[in-house]
Structure formats: C-alpha cells, structure tokens
C-alpha cells in the first residue's frame, strides 16, 4: 500500500527543553484535577462536592494561567480565549462548554461547530484596516416602488484570502474545512472558493500516545501537488490533540517539494503538546485555536476534550463499511448541500478529477 508513516517519537524530537518541562508541570496539575473528578462523581456530601469544585476552579485558573504564559510567547500560537477581549471570552467559554457537553446531540453540535469557525476566521483576518474596505452592491427582494438596492462595507482581505488551498485531513475535519472555506467566499469580494486538497490521515488507535503512528493512505488521497506549491494551506482539524496528523502531511509535501508560501491550522480545541509540537515542527506556521486543553492522557485524547469531534459531526462509521468521500457528504443531507453548494463543487472536481483524470493527465489524445 502507499502510505506514509509519522512516529510519536519523531514528533517528541521537536520539543524543547523549555516545552517539555512547562507539559510536566501542566501534567502534576492535572494529576490533582483527576483526583477531584474522582470524589466529585463519588460523593454525596455537599459539603465534600462544595470544596471540590472550589479546588476545581482554582487548579484550572492555575493551568489557564500557565497556558497563557507559555502562549504569550510564541507568535505560532493564537488562542482566541488569550487574545481577545475580556468581554469575547464568555461567548467562547459558552460555546465551548455545549460542544463539551455529552447531551450535545448532532444537529447541535453542528451548529456550535459553525459558530467556533466564524469566531476563528475573525481571529484570524479580522484586524485588517478599518480604511481598508470594499463595497458591496446587494439586490433586495423589496420591488416597490422601484427595486431596491443597498449598500455594505467589508474588510478587503482578498490578497490575504484568495491564494489559499483548503487541506482536508478526513473524515472529521471536511465538515469545518467547508465552513471556513465558506466563510473566506463570503469575505472575498470575487466569491473565491478555494480549491481543496483531501488527504486520507489516521492515527493507529492500538497505539498509546508515547508510542502512536500517523498513517497517511495516499491511494484514498485526492490533491495536485503542482496546485500547492507556493500557496496558503489552511487546514480545519475540529481537535489537535498531538499535532501528529499535521506534521504528517505537511512534511510528505514538502517532500515532493511543495513549499508552501504559509500553513495555518485552526482548531476549535487544540491540546497544549499538540500545539507546541506544530509550531516546533513547522516553519512559518501559525495555530489558530478557540479553547486550549492542557493534557493528553495516554491513548492521546485530549482532556477534559469533547470526545471524538468526527463521530460527533459526522456519525460513526460501522467498522466492515467505512465510507468513502461521496457517501460522507451525501450524509450531511440537502441543507448542508445547498449551503456548501461552491465548497461541494470543488471538493467533487478535486474527487473525479482524481478518479476520472484528464487526457491530458493520462497522456491520451
């Protein structure tokens, strides 16, 4: 089979010193927040529950702190909780907290999936210029008594937008590659929807983390390597937890020499290694990410997580039928469709280009 291999040891070797002892500290505080868990789903005393939760409250101060201040130094990393204002943080706490929630059924995950994205993009290029702006002319369906027209400003961000690939890691990252790629179209004063770019990735789930592999299956791949050279890849993982599956891809390309002009990454929840050893690993790389989690435990889930954000949005696989692009999307059902309409477009060109190739591919007159 085609397929390329990362080892979580690999990625252990981008670390630094400094990293390394900032994770060991970040794991004793979360030893004590384990032990909390533990007489908080055990006990049935009030008084015992009170202080708990009082410990609670003060271990995670702790370890936010902690994050920030390792953050506050590394231009790769853009926690969106740290670096807007005060009055943004209870909308991403509120949002955060209903994806966590484990009565958050589907169509509601979804749904706060699509908010996370909108709050990212705005992190990401929403600080352009107030003076620079662009102007849209919008027919409205008022016709008396004549038809009406209006007229909006947006930022103009087209040259910082409208070189970009979107890089799918499948299967749980298509879903918000789409709502991104969306959003770009929307602030793009030409409608650019961006190519796409769908790599088969997985993580050996027989594996722990301090031993795990990254599996890139290229034969169920769909991408142009000539249509990534010199471009903005932007890649949309719901959760990082190691980072694995980035660095994978990533590095495979340039080593087909690809070199892309910038990677960024935006996730909704991304684990405090995970980030680090993106921002290690990658030159001119940048994390964008709603919420930061401080740990990993040893299957390399994030804690406290949200679970598996792929079967959340997506639903899960049976493992004797897993499905293929087409089948995925099918799933999403005809709003996804109708909203995605340009997103799924390029996303079938990229699939039956790849499946049906050109002559000119194939060498056929």
């Known amino acids: 089979m085609n397929r390329i291999i990362l080892k979580a040891e690999a990625l252990d070797g981008f670390l630094t010193e400094s990293d390394k002892?900032?994770?060991?500290?970040?794991?004793?505080?979360?030893?004590?927040?384990?032990?909390?868990?533990?007489?908080?789903?055990t006990t049935r005393l009030e008084s015992e529950r009170g202080r708990e939760e009082g410990n609670l409250i003060r271990l995670y101060n702790e370890m936010g702190s902690l994050m920030q201040e390792i953050c506050s130094g590394e231009k790769g990393l853009q926690v969106y909780s740290f670096l807007t204002p005060q009055e943004s943080h209870s909308e991403a706490s509120r949002v955060i907290a209903k994806l966590r929630d484990y009565r958050t059924e589907n169509v509601e995950f979804v749904y706060y999936i699509q908010r996370a994205y909108e709050m990212l993009f705005k992190l990401?290029?929403?600080?352009?210029?107030?003076?620079?702006?662009?102007?849209?002319?919008?027919?409205?369906?008022?016709?008396?008594?004549?038809?009406?027209?209006?007229?909006?400003?947006?930022?103009?961000?087209?040259?910082?937008?409208?070189?970009?690939?979107?890089?799918?890691?499948?299967?749980?990252?298509?879903?918000?590659?789409?709502?991104?790629?969306?959003?770009?179209?929307?602030?793009?004063?030409?409608?650019?929807?961006?190519?796409?770019?769908?790599?088969?990735?997985?993580?050996?789930?027989?594996?722990?983390?301090?031993?795990?592999?990254?599996?890139?299956?290229?034969?169920?791949?769909?991408?142009?390597?000539?249509?990534?050279?010199?471009?903005?890849?932007?890649?949309?993982?719901?959760?990082?937890?190691?980072?694995?599956?980035?660095?994978?891809?990533?590095?495979?390309?340039?080593?087909?020499?690809?070199?892309?002009?910038?990677?960024?990454?935006?996730?909704?929840?991304?684990?405090?290694?995970?980030?680090?050893?993106?921002?290690?690993?990658?030159?001119?790389?940048?994390?964008?990410?709603?919420?930061?989690?401080?740990?990993?435990?040893?299957?390399?889930?994030?804690?406290?997580?949200l679970g598996d954000a792929g079967d959340r949005i997506n639903g899960r696989d049976q493992a004797e039928y897993p499905r293929n692009i087409i089948q995925l999307i099918a799933d999403y059902g005809s709003n996804i469709a109708q909203l995605y309409r340009a997103q799924l477009r390029e996303i079938e060109d990229t699939v039956l280009g790849r499946v049906f190739p050109s002559a000119r591919e194939t060498g056929e007159k």
């Open 21 to 41: 002892s900032h994770l060991a500290k970040m794991d004793g505080l979360y030893r004590e927040a384990l032990a909390c868990y533990n007489i908080l789903s």
């Open 124 to 305: 990401a290029w929403g600080g352009t210029p107030a003076s620079n702006k662009h102007y849209m002319l919008i027919q409205t369906p008022v016709k008396v008594p004549v038809t009406n027209y209006a007229i909006h400003k947006i930022n103009n961000i087209d040259e910082k937008i409208e070189n970009t690939v979107m890089c799918v890691m499948l299967r749980g990252a298509l879903l918000p590659s789409m709502i991104l790629s969306k959003e770009i179209e929307e602030y793009s004063s030409h409608a650019y929807a961006t190519p796409f770019a769908l790599f088969k990735i997985n993580r050996d789930d027989t594996k722990h983390e301090n031993d795990m592999e990254y599996i890139l299956d290229l034969d169920k791949s769909y991408f142009n390597l000539e249509s990534l050279d010199g471009k903005d890849l932007i890649f949309a993982d719901p959760m990082n937890a190691t980072g694995g599956s980035l660095v994978t891809v990533v590095k495979y390309l340039q080593g087909e020499g690809v070199r892309p002009r910038s990677v960024r990454f935006f996730n909704v929840i991304a684990a405090l290694k995970g980030a680090l050893r993106v921002v290690r690993a990658l030159d001119n790389c940048v994390v964008y990410t709603l919420w930061m989690d401080p740990v990993l435990n040893e299957l390399a889930y994030i804690m406290p997580g």
